[in-house]
Structure formats: structure tokens, C-alpha cells
């Protein structure tokens, strides 16, 4: 008997900006991410005041699914996948954002997909916002600062979850939701809530006001989708990677505890519809004077989500300062300690399974809902053999080594967890350093930083291994 349900949502998962391409085809408008030029390793991503001559633009064409969804659907199916995690691009369907009616060829193209995937029996996971919302939001309303913002997502909302209410059932409202809180910088307010800090302004009171708005306009996506399906999930997205002490003084463990509770402070607020007492206080300490009405209180808690969709890739050490504040409170300027039990991934990500386990019982002990992850997974270099093969054993054991620890969360510690899609199931743009060559998939993509390749598909070592672990519902990982 396998420790997972018999409908256990094995899956994999991507973004539409990330591997969709078509950026400008049937009426699409520019997303944020398509003023966002190629980076690497040692170099940031550059957000550019839209789309400018001679830059390079890696979202642009991408994988160009747009065009080749029905091949790669098929290999989907011959993975065996019982869901595909995707977003709808928002600026597909309200090209400007601020429109009043929808363009009809972009909602045609996710009835095309849905109608697809649905016939090779894969149920379809859907972000609604995935780092991607129109750029002309940005430009005209300065992004998520405005609660204007709020209607035009509601709008985007309803017309896709009407359109689509008999043919996807697991939604998901904001990608990361999260990321903005704890890193702080250009690129993840940028990303998150299409923000460009100015000079007179505090990122930090723009961040927290941003969001908030972001959560009311979660909430009353939750509240009209279950009226248009009662049977809809609508789960949430937080980024999760627990915060460990470096030492067992009681400030380092204090401040690791701290770290958690604002990094995750979006989820007291989407499942249990308030904020955190702490962080109500810290508001008010440091005079931020949000814009948080009462009616917006209702709303947060008229709005609860059904589920926790949750990324997960690594785990980070802390230290107290030693001129630490009382409230242990230092967004976005957290000194990271290398933990030297751990590997590290080529572009230094800690990896660490176990912290997998910890996630989901500190998810499963402080929120009374189901739990899904919806990202996970090992972004490396690929060599491809002179055959063709892609023998990718790291990748394998990344997978193995976390699904191993999900399974002692489920099967020993009784969380409740709906599925497991990995991320970047077929080699996609990554939304970090913009590259082709941080690849996560266990589908090839021939195409490298450059922008240059066939975008043939092919198997690596890993498709055939994680197609043997789904038939065999997580039981055989050999
Ligand atoms: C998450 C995002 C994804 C994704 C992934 C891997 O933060 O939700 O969009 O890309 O991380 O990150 P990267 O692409 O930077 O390797």
C-alpha cells in the first residue's frame, strides 16, 4: 500500500511567462517580465523602461510552448502526469490590464490548452498571478501601491474563473506571495508587485502596503470563485524555506523563529484571515500608516483560502546581531550564514530534504488546511552526450531524497498533503538570473543563454525515473 492517496496530484510545474514565449502574438500586451533582460550567476537581471531595441529578452520567445503545447502535452501524458501546474498570463487576456473587455484569443488559447490536457487526463493547477502582471499596470498606476490594482485583478479573476469552471478546479491566486517580504530588493518588489522604489519612498511601508492589497484582492478572487464553483480549490502560494538558527544561543533561535513569522506572514493573513499580532504592532511602531480599512478586515477573513500551495527549494541559517532590535525585525537585510552540513547547488542553493519534513509540519501545526507543493526541484547544468542522452543522476537524487522526506511528513507525521509537482518539469527561463541553462526539467529544451538551439524536446535519465515513481504512487524511487 502506497503512503499516498490513490489521487494524489503527481504533477509538474511552470509558469506562463517562463516557457510560454508568444509575448507579443494574438493580442498579448508586455508583462512585467517582458522588460526583464537575461542575467546569470554573478550578473542581476535588468528591468528596463519597457521594451527597448537591442536588449535581450529571454521571456520573449522562451520555450515557445505557445506554439508547440500540443507536442509537449503529449509528453506530458507519456510521463504520466496527473496534473500540470501553469499560470494564465494575465496580460493574454486584459493585454493593458485596465481594459473593459477581454481579448478573446487569449482566452481561447488557455480553452485550446485546458481542452488538451484535460483529454490525456491531466487536471489542471492554475496561478493566477505568477510574476507576470501587465507592465502598463506598472507604468499608469505604479503597480500594487495602488488599490486600484485590486479591481482590475478581480476582473481578470472572474471572467477566467467563469470561463474556465468546468474544465479547471485547483487555482491558485498569487505566486510567492511571500518574496517580496523577506528579500526586500528590486527584483522580487519588481516581481511580485511591480514596484520601482523612488527615491523619497520607504520600500519596506511600499512592500507591506502592496501586499495588503494583494491579499484583499486574493481574497475576494477566493469569495467569487466559490460562488462560481462551489467545488473550486483555491489554495494560496507562499515560497518556503525554513530559517534554522546558527547556534543554539536563545537570540539565534529567537530571531530564526522571528524570521519565520514575517516570512510567512502572508499566510496567517490568507488562511487565517488576520495579521499576526507582532506585525500589527510593527506597523503601528513604525508609524507606516497602511492603508488596511475595516471593511478590508471582513473581507481577509470572508476570504480564507482552502489550501497552502507552497514552493520549496533550500533552507537558511541566521545569527542575531549583536545590535539586533528588540522586535528582532531586519527585512530584507538578514545576514545568511553558510550551513556547513548541507550541499549547495551550482548557484549556491542549499540542499537540504529534511527541511522538506520541517516545512510541512510547521505548515501542518500552525494551519488547519490541506497543503500542496507545487514547486521543488534542482536547477543545474546539463551535458548532452554525443547519443543525445542527458544522464542527470543529480537530479534524480535531488527528487528522490525530497520525496523520500515528504513521504516520512505524510506517512509518520500525518500532514495532509494533495500532490508533489516539480518545477520546471520541462526546461524553461528562470525567473531569477533569466537563463535557459539553469535547468530544472527532466524534458530537454535545446536552447541555450544565448537564445540559440533547435527547441527540439528530448528525455533525460529523470523522465523515465519520475514516470516509474508516479505509476507506482511514490512507492518505487529505485
Ligand atoms: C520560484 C518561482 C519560479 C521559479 C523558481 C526557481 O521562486 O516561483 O517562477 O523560477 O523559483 O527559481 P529560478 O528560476 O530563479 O531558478
Not at 499566510?267 to 513604525?286: I, N, T
Request: charged share 25%; with cysteine.
Amino acid at each position: 500500500m502506497s503512503a499516498f492517496p490513490k489521487d494524489f496530484l503527481w504533477g509538474g510545474a511552470v509558469a506562463a511567462h517562463q516557457f510560454e514565449g508568444g509575448w507579443s502574438a494574438d493580442g498579448k500586451g508586455i508583462s512585467i517580465a517582458d522588460v526583464m533582460t537575461a542575467g546569470d550567476n554573478q550578473t542581476k537581471r535588468r528591468i528596463t523602461d519597457g521594451v527597448q531595441p537591442g536588449e535581450n529578452y529571454p521571456n520573449h520567445d522562451a520555450i515557445d510552448f505557445y506554439h508547440h503545447y500540443k507536442d509537449d502535452v503529449e509528453l506530458f501524458s507519456k510521463l504520466g502526469l496527473k496534473c500540470f501546474r501553469t499560470s494564465i498570463a494575465w496580460s493574454r487576456i486584459f493585454p493593458k490590464g485596465d481594459e473593459e473587455q477581454p481579448n478573446e484569443k487569449g482566452l481561447q488559447f488557455y480553452d485550446d490548452l485546458f481542452d488538451d490536457l484535460l483529454a490525456h487526463h491531466i487536471e489542471p493547477v492554475i496561478t493566477l498571478s505568477h510574476f507576470e502582471m501587465p507592465y502598463h499596470l506598472v507604468q499608469a498606476y505604479g503597480g500594487w501601491r495602488n488599490r486600484k490594482l485590486i479591481g482590475f485583478f478581480v476582473k481578470f479573476a472572474k471572467v477566467v474563473f467563469d470561463r474556465y469552471k468546468d474544465k479547471v478546479k485547483y487555482w491558485m491566486t498569487f505566486n510567492e506571495i511571500n518574496n517580496q517580504v523577506g528579500m526586500l530588493n528590486e527584483w522580487s518588489l519588481f516581481t511580485n508587485s511591480g514596484l520601482i522604489i523612488q527615491p523619497d519612498e520607504n520600500k519596506e511601508q511600499a512592500m507591506f502596503q502592496a501586499a495588503h492589497y494583494e491579499a484583499v484582492a486574493s481574497a475576494l478572487a477566493v469569495q467569487i470563485g466559490h460562488m462560481i464553483n462551489p467545488d473550486f480549490k483555491i489554495g494560496c502560494m507562499v515560497a518556503m524555506g525554513p530559517v534554522y538558527p546558527a547556534t543554539p544561543n536563545p537570540n539565534d533561535v529567537f530571531k530564526a523563529e522571528r524570521m519565520m513569522q514575517t516570512n510567512y506572514y502572508l499566510a496567517d493573513v490568507q488562511v487565517k484571515g488576520h495579521y499576526p499580532a507582532f506585525l500589527e504592532h510593527y506597523f503601528a511602531r513604525r508609524q507606516f500608516n497602511l492603508d488596511i480599512t475595516l471593511e478590508d478586515r471582513d473581507v481577509l477573513l470572508a476570504g480564507k483560502v482552502d489550501y497552502i500551495g507552497f514552493s520549496y527549494y533550500a533552507s537558511h541559517v541566521v545569527k542575531a546581531a549583536d545590535d539586533e532590535p528588540t522586535d528582532f525585525i531586519t527585512l530584507g537585510s538578514n545576514q545568511e550564514i553558510k550551513n556547513t552540513t548541507l550541499h549547495r547547488s551550482d548557484w549556491g542553493w542549499e540542499i537540504d530534504p529534511v527541511g522538506l519534513r520541517y516545512a510541512l509540519n510547521w505548515f501542518s501545526d500552525r494551519y488547519d488546511v490541506p497543503l500542496f507543493i507545487v514547486e521543488n526541484g534542482l536547477g543545474a547544468f546539463d551535458k548532452v552526450e554525443e547519443n543525445g542522452s542527458i544522464h542527470d543522476d543529480y537530479r534524480i537524487d535531488y527528487l528522490r531524497q525530497h520525496i523520500e522526506q515528504m513521504k516520512l511528513a505524510v506517512e509518520v507525521d500525518g500532514v495532509k498533503l494533495m500532490g508533489y509537482t516539480p518545477w520546471g518539469i520541462i526546461d524553461l527561463v528562470s525567473a531569477g538570473t533569466g537563463q535557459m541553462e539553469k535547468r530544472y526539467g527532466v524534458i530537454y529544451v535545446d536552447k541555450d543563454d544565448q537564445g540559440k538551439g533547435t527547441l527540439a524536446r528530448s528525455k533525460k535519465d529523470s523522465f523515465d525515473w519520475f514516470h516509474k515513481v508516479i505509476q507506482s504512487n511514490g512507492e518505487d524511487l529505485t
